[in-house]
């Protein structure tokens, strides 16, 4: 909700207005919350008042009708000055108090013209113009009413043009104007890769097709906020020099009952006439939220719009030359329809930078700023960790505001540490920043995985290991790539997996006396692996080649129905708890010999990482074949 402290008398006649409409208590930022539907027969009401008010006051005659008996009269008594004959109404002037208006309605009186001729009245006859008069009284008054009306929304910035209802308020713009390249976007380097073959395919799309190549049709952007995941969409399009249409999902969630669905067939049909080009949806998670999620009877208009979207994407050709970009920070709360093959197929994560990252981004923010002969932008992209694009430019902008508000020449060393201390305690609020106890667990932690995976025999080798916070819940990650697709798994294969899963939590172990929370989530997937291979795989020499099945919960009914028929007596459950605790225990053992023995490779990967926050696959194999072990 808007903070709306000012209860006093609104100020000007954009607020009255507002307030007479009720909108007073809606957001007036497009990204709050949706506006109530059901006022517009308000809206209504207020408007025919306003007009009836107007015509009231511009058109009606100063002295109102008088009868026509009286007015016969007035001309019998000679009191008629001049009068107009018009084919509804006579109005005319009166001879004595001051020359009075009067008007009378006509009625059929054949011996008038007669009558006035003997009075010696003059007359006119007078045409009516009554499109003139209705000009005058409707749509003159209606026209100002929606000047005004749009005006303000304008002003407001809101998304609920009145005079909009179907057209698309995607913006379009023109080559020219998304000026941004992919050299604006720093530290996002696998992304752009990823992005590379769009720009291609944008910019030679005819290459593209005769050579039958697939292109996917939707590309979604996912990770956190201020990564630069619209910048990136901006980048594509300004790299492949075409128009880029953009619109946020939250704009799309509109008052009037199908305008939603309409703006997206509008966005797709202006596309589909200007491709080769781009169309955006920012924010896709405001639009593109799980149907049937809304235990409230749900949000029926974002729903249609979210099916028009369907729609449109499912009819459109990507050989047409439109792509379909959308980001969002929320990619697990999406309507599974959107991933499905042919619209969203094609995820490409952005992911927070690390050191050498950071310190790209400090230097694009700060090109325009003077920097002081000591500031290095080095060390400061060490002391912020944790801090995505959006922060680090606006840890320039703080710095440049300081240094401008302490009238230096140039913006020094103090002033960002000033700034980062600002940013920080911000952050820190919202728990995204690690403290230096906790960098150093997780730089073990994570160095544990890597080491393991790299000893055990059957374990996808490392790709990446990053200490930089990923998602909401993990700390850092260990990336390994699978080889080749599985279809099967041997026994020594899931062993080892067991293995590395267990890596972060015993190299904490080994190096701190205290162990942390870090783990939980590593524990709770060794055990589930662990119960799979006792219960379902038959791989436990005690328990043979039984199989118990678990309660399993229905795939397609209700969530929490799950039948609870335990086929196997208590006797049975506490031995394969056991067996399950053996199998989690030896791989312990395992785990724990592996890192002692290669305890220097340990200290060496977790020093690296917390200079460089992360170390590639290929690096720590270099390391570790100098460091040779026993088969484990
Ligand atoms: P998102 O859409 O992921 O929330 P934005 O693209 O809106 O983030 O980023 C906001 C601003 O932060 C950008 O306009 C840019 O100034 C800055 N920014 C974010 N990421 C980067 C980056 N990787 N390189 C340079 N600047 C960035
Ligand atoms: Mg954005
Ligand atoms: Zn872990």
């Not at 009075?119 to 000047?147: C, D, M």
């Not at 920012?282 to 409230?296: F, I, P, S, T």
């Not at 795939?555 to 196997?568: D, I, K, L, R, V």
Request: negative net charge; proline residues 5%.
């Amino acid at each position: 909700m808007t903070d709306n402290s000012n209860k006093g008398p609104p100020k000007n006649i954009i607020e009255t207005i507002r307030s007479w409409m009720g909108f007073e208590n809606m957001p007036l930022k497009k990204d709050t919350l949706p506006p109530k539907s059901g006022f517009n027969i308000w809206y209504l009401m207020i408007l025919f008042f306003f007009i009836s008010l107007i015509q009231q006051f511009f058109f009606s005659p100063k002295v109102g009708p008088i009868p026509y008996s009286q007015f016969k009269q007035y001309v019998i008594e000679g009191k008629v000055g001049t009068l107009t004959i018009g084919p509804e109404k006579i109005s005319g002037t009166l001879t004595e108090k001051q020359g009075q208006k009067f008007t009378t309605v006509r009625v059929d009186d054949p011996n008038l013209v007669k009558q006035l001729d003997e009075h010696g009245v003059s007359y006119f006859g007078r045409h009516e113009n009554k499109f003139l008069g209705f000009l005058l009284a409707w749509v003159i008054p209606f026209g100002i009413f929606f000047l005004i009306v749009r005006f303000s929304m304008k002003k407001m910035g809101t998304g609920m043009g009145v005079m909009s209802f179907s057209k698309s308020k995607a913006k379009i713009f023109a080559e020219s104007e998304t000026k941004v390249s992919f050299e604006d976007a720093a530290g996002i380097d696998d992304a752009k890769e990823e992005l590379q073959e769009v720009v291609e395919f944008l910019s030679n799309p005819g290459k593209f097709q005769k050579l039958g190549g697939r292109i996917p049709k939707g590309v979604l952007l996912v990770g956190p906020p201020g990564t630069g995941k619209t910048l990136l969409a901006k980048a594509v399009a300004g790299e492949a020099k075409v128009p880029f249409f953009s619109i946020s999902g939250s704009e799309f969630v509109e008052m009037f009952v199908g305008v939603g669905a309409a703006r997206v067939r509008d966005l797709f049909s202006q596309a589909a006439k200007q491709a080769p080009c781009i169309i955006f949806i920012d924010e896709l998670d405001a639009l593109g939220k799980a149907r049937g999620m809304n235990v409230m009877g749900g949000h029926d208009e974002r729903e249609q719009t979210l099916n028009q979207l369907l729609i449109e994407m499912d009819g459109f050709e990507t050989n047409k030359g439109v792509i379909i970009m959308s980001a969002t920070n929320r990619p697990e709360i999406l309507d599974p329809a959107l991933l499905r093959p042919g619209r969203f197929d094609r995820q490409v994560l952005v992911d927070r930078p690390d050191i050498n990252g950071r310190e790209a981004i400090l230097k694009i923010h700060s090109k325009n700023v003077l920097l002081g002969p000591e500031v290095d932008l080095r060390k400061i992209a060490g002391r912020t960790p944790g801090f995505v694009g959006a922060d680090l430019a606006n840890l320039v902008n703080e710095a440049a505001l300081l240094a401008a508000r302490k009238s230096k020449e140039t913006v020094e060393a103090t002033e960002f540490d000033e700034a980062i201390d600002r940013v920080v305690g911000g952050l820190e609020k919202k728990n995204r920043v690690m403290n230096a106890r906790e960098k150093e667990i997780v730089t073990f932690h994570e160095s544990g995985h890597a080491i393991v995976a790299e000893s055990v025999e059957h374990a996808d080798p490392v790709h990446k290991i990053s200490i930089i916070p990923r998602g909401i819940a993990a700390l850092g990650y260990t990336q390994q790539q699978p080889t080749e697709d599985r279809y099967l798994m041997t026994r020594p294969e899931l062993l080892d997996r067991l293995a590395v899963l267990l890596g972060g939590r015993v190299a904490e172990e080994l190096v701190f006396e205290e162990i942390s929370t870090g783990a939980q989530n590593d524990l709770q997937r060794a055990t589930d692996i662990a119960r799979s291979m006792v219960t379902e795989y038959g791989m436990s020499e005690r328990l043979g080649l039984v199989t118990y099945e678990r309660p399993r919960q229905s795939m397609f009914g209700p969530q929490g129905f799950a039948s609870s028929n335990q086929t196997y007596s208590e006797e049975k459950a506490a031995q394969i708890d056991e067996e399950i605790a053996r199998f989690v225990d030896e791989a312990h053992q395992r785990v724990r010999k592996i890192l002692t023995e290669r305890r220097g490779v340990l200290d060496k990967l977790a020093e690296l990482l917390a200079e460089k926050e992360s170390v590639q696959g290929e690096e720590l194999r270099t390391m570790l074949s100098d460091s040779p072990h026993e088969a484990a």
